[in-house]
């Protein structure tokens, strides 16, 4: 796989509303192994998403364009490009690692189980 895709319908999100959007964007969250990243990190297309945030409320912003949210995250450093430190420790494989896919970055959110609300 080379190229991000999303699993939204043709339509596209703008035609969806946004229970059922956020709908959409859960089904496609999912458990990810490092090595399914790693490529993409060398690309610079992942966004690490703090646990503290929901990371389909953070899609969701992003799809939506929603940039005063994403640029506050961005600013309190809750969304941030991965780094070089967190990867190396992600690609041990002890992290649980969720992500949703929003091209054209890929959010990845390291977490202890499920995210919060899925």
């Given amino acids: 796989m080379t190229e991000i895709s999303s699993n939204l319908p043709e339509t596209g999100a703008a ?3 946004d229970e059922t959007l956020y709908a959409e964007l859960v089904g496609q969250t999912a458990r990810i192994e ?24 953070v899609a969701m912003a992003m799809v939506r364009d929603r940039a005063e949210a994403v640029g506050a995250w961005r600013d309190a450093g809750e969304i941030d490009a991965l780094d070089t430190g967190t990867a190396r420790r992600w690609a041990s494989g002890e992290p649980t690692l969720w992500a949703v896919v929003t091209p054209p970055w890929i959010l990845v959110q390291e977490s202890a189980g499920a995210p919060a609300r899925h």
């Fill in 15 to 17: 035609a969806l509303d």
């Fill in 34 to 57: 490092w090595p399914e990243l790693e490529r993409f990190f060398a690309k610079g297309q992942i966004l690490k998403i703090a646990p503290s945030l929901d990371l389909v409320d």
